[in-house]
């Protein structure tokens, strides 16, 4: 009896201590969590043993990361927004300037009337094509511009593109050359999305290019190829990244969305853009879906 009754008071004080540790140990987890700052990179330890402490302990340390996580991306979009803003405001005020400028100039110097009055209409012109641009743009993050695509002829949208921005290539003396290895080319997308696309790759090559414009295509793919300006070079990791410049002056005009847009159609396409810069040459490439063409 009496040997049972001394096991029994053993078994009693080791799930005391037992207990009395599993107390100081949790009280301790406690302390560092009110009094780790909560950008801290802290990750409790537990020194009990037993499945249901490390499970405890793993459980924290989860919801620790989650909420590190959680609080990077918000200062991330925190940080973008902010970008977002400055830029927007940036290539809104520069054409309204502009235009207001030569207004309060157009009242004191009447006989140069037509003039400025040309001049603030371009301005105007550049700020509804920005104000378009960022409309186009945030619908396309917005998920609320739905594309009907099927299998189209790629070629009739890039000649209307051509002939829209016609006055323009001549004026700049970049005669477009066209090499197609087939005028019937069929690819998967959206005409109404495709000739965006074309619209959006004329203008940056006439905005930010060195003269000439190359557009070949064959097997699913469409190649923009123009010369580049002696400097700055831009990055083709970044070209197609929101508000991305390659000059931070943004003398060049735009909003720097163009080829984000670019982006975005072709992949609501199902495609896929990617550039490269091959000495004074950058090439924009169309990869469209193929196992959808004829």
């Known amino acids: ?41 802290l990750r409790l330890t537990v020194r009990m043993s037993g499945a249901a402490p490390r499970r405890l302990c793993q459980a924290v340390n989860g919801r620790l990361e989650e ?8 200062s991330k979009r925190e940080q973008e927004l902010k970008y977002t803003m400055a830029c927007i405001s940036h290539d809104i005020r520069t054409p309204l300037a502009g235009a207001m400028g030569y207004l ?43 594309l009907e695509c099927g299998e189209m002829s790629a070629l009739p949208p890039l000649w209307d593109a051509l002939a829209e921005f016609y ?34 790759l004329i203008a940056n090559a006439l905005r ?4 000439g414009l190359a557009i ?42 163009g080829l984000s847009i670019v982006r975005e159609l072709m992949e609501r396409m199902e495609g896929q853009v990617s550039a490269q810069v091959t000495g004074d040459t950058l090439e924009i490439k169309l990869s469209f879906l193929q196992d959808r063409q004829a």
Request: glycine share 8%; hydrophobic share 40%.
């Open 67 to 74: 909420g590190r996580q959680l609080r990077a991306e918000t």
């Open 167 to 200: 006055p323009l290539l001549e004026a700049a003396g970049a005669e477009p050359e066209l090499q197609f290895e087939r005028e019937d080319m069929t690819v998967w997308g959206s005409p109404e999305a495709l000739g965006r696309v074309y619209r959006n």
């Open 216 to 257: 070949s295509g064959r097997d699913g793919v469409i190649c923009f190829s123009n010369e580049l300006l002696p400097c700055p070079r831009p990055d083709p990791e970044h070209l197609f990244d929101r508000f991305y410049q390659s000059s931070p002056a943004r003398a060049k005009g735009g909003a720097g969305l």
């Open 1 to 41: 009896m009496l040997p049972a009754l001394i096991l029994a008071l053993a078994a009693l004080g080791i799930a005391v201590l037992r207990l009395w540790s599993y107390r100081a140990q949790l009280l301790e987890m406690a302390q560092v969590l009110e009094e780790t700052p909560a950008e801290s990179n």
């Open 104 to 146: 309060q100039l157009l009242a004191g110097e009447p006989d140069r009337q037509a003039e400025y009055l040309s001049i603030v209409q371009k301005r105007l012109v550049e700020l509804e094509e920005l104000l378009e641009e960022l409309f186009l743009y945030t619908r396309l993050q917005g998920d609320s511009l739905p």
């Open 208 to 211: 930010h290019g060195g003269g």
